[in-house]
């Protein structure tokens, strides 16, 4: 078996979280958090959108959040520096994209490798990239569903830590499909966050064992 390259913390964690948009699964990993399920505390929310709901909410709700508008910046690698920067300031254990819709310069994913956490509305390595719901109905696939993987410099591709399935039905809409998996994704993104923090994630290779489901 490939040896162990990192074995998540066990320990209170301070989170940040990356996003875009809605929030919906922010909302979810800050529900678990709240409810004691997540041994950490939401230390950060960021934003590339000023309005985006997510990051209003956040404020609402009294977390710290930071808008970082990219017109600022003179490059994409400018602004992953200022993303470090909020990020190292605030000591943060793991950063969860939820929604984020930036990919992110090499430089972010070396400084947050194996603390960097993402959710994708798809069975990876099936359907990268945007729109997958759409592209999972049109392939004619049976069953879809969303991904928890660590983030590696190539997009949609680091390691799997959970995975749900979803069945896709003869008459679905993108819509339908997308709101199907959402139920998933607000299961198993907190899921996966509650594990890492409870010491129980291990990569060898590109796999990750989840410690301590028995045999
Ligand atoms: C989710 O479908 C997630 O899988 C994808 O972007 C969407 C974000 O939704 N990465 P929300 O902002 O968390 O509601």
Redesign the pocket.
């Known amino acids: 078996m490939d040896e162990v390259v990192f074995r998540s913390p066990r320990k209170k964690g301070r989170i940040a979280v990356l ?10 990993i800050r529900e678990a958090v709240h409810r004691g399920a997540i041994n950490a505390e939401i230390a950060l929310v960021l934003g590339n959108k000023a309005e985006a ?2 990051l209003l909410k956040a404020r609402e709700w009294g977390l710290e959040t930071v808008f970082l508008d990219p017109k600022a910046f003179a490059s994409r690698d400018d602004y992953d520096r200022a993303v470090i920067g909020e990020l190292d300031k605030r000591r943060i254990d793991l950063v969860c ?5 930036r990919v992110l310069t090499p430089a972010l994913c070396d400084a947050y490798r194996h603390r960097l956490v ?4 798809a069975l990876l390595p099936a359907f990268p990239g945007l729109h997958v719901q759409q592209k999972a109905i049109d392939w004619g696939v049976r069953f879809s569903g ?1 991904t928890v993987h660590f983030v590696a410099a190539e997009v949609d591709m680091g390691p799997i830590i959970l995975q749900a399935c979803v069945p896709v039905l003869q008459d679905d809409t993108e819509d339908a499909l ?1 709101a199907r ?2 139920v998933e ?1 607000h299961r198993i993104y907190p899921e996966a966050v509650r594990l890492y923090f409870e010491g129980r994630l291990e990569v060898r290779g590109r796999r990750v064992f989840v410690l301590g489901l028995g045999a």
């Open positions: 996003l875009s948009g809605r929030g919906s699964n922010f909302m979810a709901p997510g994209l939820a929604g984020y819709m993402n959710i994708h509305p969303c997308a998996i959402l994704e």
